[in-house]
């Protein structure tokens, strides 16, 4: 379950995706097809829970009004001395609102928190090595800001793996209230 990102948006994150590609690391980046701010993942589900997992974010996201999100600064998981993930950070506190409404909903049909703080971003590459490591700290230190766009909707998101990469695929939308 996600948020899709706006082309105007998408745009500015490949155009910064090509600036650390300059920069000679060895990593899998994320299309800008399958760019997206990730809420929960489900791993394989059965239909009945699918319909399950359906109605929660429907119910929750019917209470929920729409609401700004800005995409600033860059981060790694899970450190500077070891990275793995490189991310965009996502603003404001309103998303961990929203992820606390969902999760709370989705412990009644005994899907569990994951065993970590929730922290929103934007992934867009996934480092192979450590090579140009300091190049790279260098460069996500200084400040960005994407820009930011109105949530109105969340999305299931089903995820194809192929040898090409995943695909993720929108399998249903819920909007926001106006």
Known sequence: MGIRIPKEISKKVVDFQNEIKKLGIDAKFVESENLHINLKFFGSKTDEQIEDIKKIIANVSKNVNQFELSLKNIGVFPSEKFIRVLWI??????????????????????????????????????????????????????????????????????????????????????????
């Open 89 to 178: 950070g996502v603003e404001p506190e309103k998303l961990k609102e929203l992820y606390n409404k969902l999760e709370e909903n989705f412990k009644s049909i005994g899907i569990e928190n994951e065993n970590r703080p929730f922290k929103p971003h934007l992934t867009l590459c996934r480092l192979r090595n450590q090579k140009n490591k300091e190049i790279l700290i260098k460069k996500i230190n200084e400040k960005f800001n994407f820009g930011g766009f109105i949530v109105n909707s969340l999305y299931l998101i089903e995820s194809k793996l192929s040898t090409k990469g995943p695909k993720y695929i929108n399998l249903y939308e819920f909007k926001l209230k106006k």
